[in-house]
């Protein structure tokens, strides 16, 4: 069975930083990412990362955030520095293998004072 659990939202102040984690239950997707969708808006991406380490980051998030693996514990992660109010969204993890999309059940992230 293919799994994917998101943790680590919440509510951050402006300027703040917060880490999330997705929880994979298995090693080989070939991809891995975070999307995210704002109030009213469509999904967007945020960052991926391939199974050789290789990253993609949005634009909107470059030098903000951070995304990395790590292989031991099947874990992704997302490193979110300088968050502003419009990075305010559910972020969803997600997975590809074997050319099938995967899915977490996304986790709440809000930034406001």
């Known amino acids: 069975q293919v799994q994917l659990v998101e943790s680590g939202g919440g509510l951050v102040q402006p300027g703040g930083s917060l880490r999330l984690s997705c929880a994979a239950s298995?090693?080989?997707?070939?991809?891995l990412g975070w999307y995210r969708q704002p109030p009213g808006k469509a999904r967007e991406l945020v960052a991926t990362i391939n199974r050789f380490g290789g990253t993609n980051v949005a634009d909107s998030v470059k030098g903000r955030f951070t995304i990395s693996r790590d292989i031991a514990k099947n874990t992704l992660y997302l490193q979110m520095n300088n968050l502003k109010p419009e990075d305010t969204a559910v972020y969803y993890c997600n997975g590809i293998f074997l050319g099938s999309n995967y899915w977490g059940q996304g986790t709440q992230v809000t930034v406001s004072s």
């Open positions: 298995r090693s080989d997707f070939s991809v």
